[in-house]
């Protein structure tokens, strides 16, 4: 199976300030059709997870531009600027290449 | 909006089998795969498998093979995950979300395996 190591595994922030979360994948995540299925969800407390980031660096429906998506092959990074209070939660990448799927063990971001 | 809705927490015992529901609303059913995911405290996210919701044809993770079966039923826009032979390590929170991206998510159904 693909491991998909997140670090750090909690982060703190201040409101208004930046801040970003590595994911790195045991195996190229480059499909064989030339797509790299790596997404970036959002678990806010007491909820299901979010969709922020498909495909590498494509922002989903609604998700605000504070959020960005970045990397290739088996080393990606989400960054999240101007920092809110409802972008708190654990952030999880997730592989969508190779079977199994494989999530990120989290990153839990926390306000400083 | 797209949503799914999920089926109420269950309680089993061990040996049992439960069978969750997802009820989607808000898009043509059949255009998106139904995914399922288990969620737990100790191993995290863990991806089980899908069901192409047109055809029924389904694929699973090797490691969830024997315990879920993943269902269909068009007419009702409702997904199924059945999971048997219970044992305490299935007492997690199962979600199921919408195509290979896992774009929606249901509310997520707690199963909790207990004697």
């Known amino acids: 199976d693909v491991v998909m190591t997140q670090t750090p595994v909690s982060l703190s922030v201040s409101l208004g300030g930046q801040t970003s979360i590595s994911c790195r994948s045991s195996?190229?995540?480059?499909?064989?059709?030339?797509?790299?299925?790596l997404y970036w969800y959002l678990q806010k407390p007491g909820q299901s997870p979010q969709l922020l980031i498909y495909?590498?660096?494509n922002r989903f429906s609604g998700v605000p531009d504070r959020f960005s998506g970045s990397g290739s092959g088996t080393d990606f990074t989400l960054k999240i600027s101007r920092v809110e209070p409802e972008d708190l939660g654990v952030y999880y990448c997730?592989?969508?290449?190779?079977?199994?799927?494989?999530f990120g063990g989290g990153t839990k971001l926390e306000l400083k | 909006q797209v949503q799914l809705q999920q089926s109420g927490a269950e309680l089993a015992k061990p040996g049992s089998s439960v069978k969750i529901s997802c009820k989607a609303s808000?898009?043509?059913?059949?255009?998106?795969?139904i995914s399922w995911i288990k969620q737990t405290t100790g191993q995290g996210l863990e991806y089980i498998g899908y069901?192409?919701?047109?055809?029924?044809?389904?694929n699973y993770n090797e490691k969830f093979k024997g315990k879920a079966t993943l269902t269909v039923d068009k007419s009702s826009s409702t997904a199924f995950m059945q999971l048997s032979s219970l044992t305490p390590d299935d007492s997690a929170v199962y979600y199921c979300?919408?195509?290979?991206?896992?774009?929606?998510w249901g509310q997520g159904v707690m199963v909790t395996v207990s004697s």
């Open positions: 195996q190229s995540l480059v499909h064989s059709d030339g797509n790299t299925y």
């Open positions: 495909k590498v660096s």
């Open positions: 069901i192409n919701t047109g055809s029924g044809g389904t």
């Open positions: 979300a919408r195509g290979y991206g896992l774009s929606y």
């Open positions: 997730y592989q969508g290449t190779h079977y199994p799927r494989t």
């Open positions: 808000g898009y043509t059913f059949t255009s998106y795969y």
